[in-house]
């Protein structure tokens, strides 16, 4: 296949990639449009293949569905097996995939700075589950109306659908890895925070 049928044959599987990652997100095409700014008749025709895709259209995609553009576009993989790891910032904080396939199960290293996040966290829900392991420091995590703090070495599991967050109010930053599939990848949305939190110096079942 010659290099212009390569890069054809990349950009016509682009649109059922764009509509696979917008269902395992759970997003409509509305809420899609307020996130990047386009419009949803051109989010339509670019999940139909009937908008051809630009840079100018990915960088919003990739930044909605907080993936990087090669996987966005579903670049041919190589024989290297080695992820090498692209880091991007979220709220404040840093996150390493550890995984290269968009859907499925999905791994990332996250790094609370100290003091994070610098104005008060609201606790927020989503479909699914998801697993957490502290690699260093002290992570703080909000579950309800329990505070629970993990140390290094300790995992949280919990139902994502219980209003939850997390925080690093020491002056040292935190280390972790998180685990969740295609349910856990789905936009979050508010909750109203809860009125009073238990505190718990140790790990508990929530």
């Not at 290099?3 to 759970?26: C, D, H």
């Not at 909605?64 to 910032?89: H, I, K, M, N």
């Not at 995939?97 to 609370?112: A, D, H, Q, V």
């Not at 003091?115 to 995590?141: D, F, K, M």
Request: one cysteine or more.
């Amino acid at each position: 296949m010659g290099t212009e049928q390569g890069i054809e044959a990349v950009l016509a599987a682009v649109g059922p990639r764009l509509r696979a990652l917008r269902k395992q997100n759970g997003t409509t095409l509305p809420a899609l449009s307020r996130a990047t700014g386009i419009s949803v008749s051109t989010l339509s025709r670019l999940e139909s293949g009937q908008r051809r895709l630009t840079l100018e259209l990915l960088l919003p995609l990739a930044k909605a569905y907080q993936v990087p553009l090669d996987e966005l576009v579903g670049t041919p993989p190589t024989s290297d097996p080695r992820v090498l790891p692209r880091p991007f910032e979220r709220d404040g904080m840093t996150v390493v995939p550890l995984t290269r396939r968009p859907g499925g199960l999905r791994s990332f290293k996250m790094i609370f700075p100290p003091g994070w996040p610098a104005c008060t966290r609201e606790l927020q829900t989503h479909e699914g589950y998801e697993w957490i392991y502290v690699l260093s420091g002290r992570l703080h995590l909000f579950l309800g109306e329990r505070e629970v703090a993990l140390t290094a070495g300790e995992v949280a599991e919990f139902d994502t659908h219980v209003p939850h967050a997390f925080s690093n109010p020491s002056p040292e930053a935190v280390e972790a890895i998180s685990l969740f599939g295609p349910q856990g990848e789905r936009l979050h949305v508010r909750a109203r925070p809860a009125g009073s939190r238990a505190r718990d110096g140790g790990l508990s079942p929530p």
